[in-house]
């Protein structure tokens, strides 16, 4: 009871006066304010599923977006199958949120390769990944002696041809929703 009595006594800011706790509250309402509105507009309950439309929250992502949807794994495999690990559910969700801070970081301040490669912590991911949905075909690779190397060393194009952001043709890309509202539209029909 004392702990409650404690934790009650701090949420009501016994002992500040009267304008410190409004100024406080404010400030407190502000930031949860914020705080909210940049996670809905990030689109951030999305990142907790593994929709492939998730990856095209970046637009740097549409490439290899559009790549893998026109590709062989697009019937088989979303992104996460391939670029997060599956051991547990926590090795999981802690992977996707360092690695979305980090991306988050990236992108927010306009730090973003011009080609786009994997990071070091991705490389055993997607190894294990790779092997782990092709072993059958590992297993006829090692048995004729061949050294161990990573599987985009022969398989370079799995995303496509390696494109610079500043060079990717658009034709790749795929169509976005239509943002437009109604009563815009309608000054186009003319």
């Known amino acids: ?8 006594s ?15 509250y404010l400030l407190v309402g502000i930031a949860v304010g914020v705080g909210l509105f940049v996670a809905r507009i990030a689109n951030a309950a999305s990142y907790l599923s593994d929709s492939p439309e998730t990856c095209m929250n970046c637009h740097v992502m549409s490439d290899a977006y559009a790549s893998w949807q026109r590709g062989s794994h697009a019937r088989v495999a979303a992104c996460t199958d ?3 690990p599956h051991s547990n559910l926590v090795a999981k969700y802690a992977y996707k949120a360092r690695d979305g801070m980090k991306h988050s970081y990236v992108f927010t301040m ?7 490669e994997l990071s070091a912590g991705a490389v055993p991911v997607v190894q294990a990944n790779c092997v782990d949905c092709h072993s059958d075909q590992l297993t006829m690779i090692r048995l004729a002696g061949s050294a161990e190397r990573q599987c985009w060393d022969c398989h370079q194009n799995i995303h496509g041809s390696v494109r610079s952001l500043s060079a990717s043709p658009a034709a790749l890309r795929p169509g976005l929703p239509d943002a437009g509202l109604d009563w815009m539209k309608k000054g186009d029909e003319r």
Request: proline residues 6%; aromatic residues 6%.
């Open 1 to 8: 009871m004392a702990l409650v009595a404690k934790i009650l």
């Open 10 to 24: 701090l949420l009501r800011l016994a002992g500040l006066p009267w304008a410190w706790q409004i100024l406080i």
């Open 82 to 84: 391939c670029h997060v």
């Open 110 to 116: 306009k730090q973003e390769p011009q080609v786009m």
